[in-house]
């Protein structure tokens, strides 16, 4: 199987883990990957700088109707909802969803219904339930669902919520998810 895209969603901890995972992946990465970071919406809006340091693919905060491309990282700007559409994202300031803004349930509700068994969805350290939603219909929709160990994550909320509401395909310590995405995404065949 394929996978085009690469949906992530984090809270509070999340700057540490996606520096972790990021910086993990090679440069030829073949998925884009979508992030929702919880943040308030008059946040710095240096996050792209600040995580482009720890990686070498390129970061940056989508832009309303922006192309989606294979080996870069879209971050959803601050006091905005992430939708991704088959071949793109948009961009959404409709209500907020278990009151975040961007949401990470509405980046992986809009992703499973665009890409279907070609997304993954990761769920990272959290403090609140939003993501849980949004795993779900993933997992549904034929995608698959990996959630970062509690065990491992400086808030656990998050990542246990989904344990206990979805059978995920894999919980794994965060320094082995990019390894396992990398697999995911370079196995070919009888996946």
């Not at 998925?31 to 943040?39: D, E, F, G, M, T």
């Not at 006091?79 to 949401?103: M, Q, T, W």
């Amino acid at each position: 199987m394929a996978y085009d895209l690469i949906a992530i969603g984090t809270s509070l901890g999340g700057l540490s883990a996606l520096k972790m995972l990021l910086g993990a992946l090679p440069q030829d990465f073949s998925a884009a990957l979508a992030v929702v970071q919880h943040r308030h919406r008059e946040s710095d809006p240096g996050l792209g700088a600040f995580l482009q340091q720890f990686t070498l693919l390129p970061v940056h905060e989508v832009e309303d109707k922006e192309r989606i491309q294979a080996g870069h990282v879209y971050l959803a700007p601050a006091d905005y909802h992430l939708l991704v559409e088959y071949g793109y994202f948009s961009l959404s300031i409709d209500e907020p969803v278990s009151y975040a803004r961007p949401s990470i349930d509405v980046l992986l509700e809009s992703a499973a219904g665009s890409y279907n068994e070609r997304v993954i969805g990761v769920i990272l350290t959290g403090a609140n339930q939003d993501g849980v939603k949004g795993l779900s219909t993933l997992k549904a929709r034929g995608g698959v669902a990996i959630v970062q160990d509690p065990a491992t994550a400086e808030s656990p909320v998050l990542p246990r919520a989904a344990i206990a509401a979805i059978a995920v395909d894999a919980v794994l310590p965060l320094s082995q998810i990019a390894p396992h995405l990398i697999h995911l995404c370079t196995a070919t065949g009888g996946e």
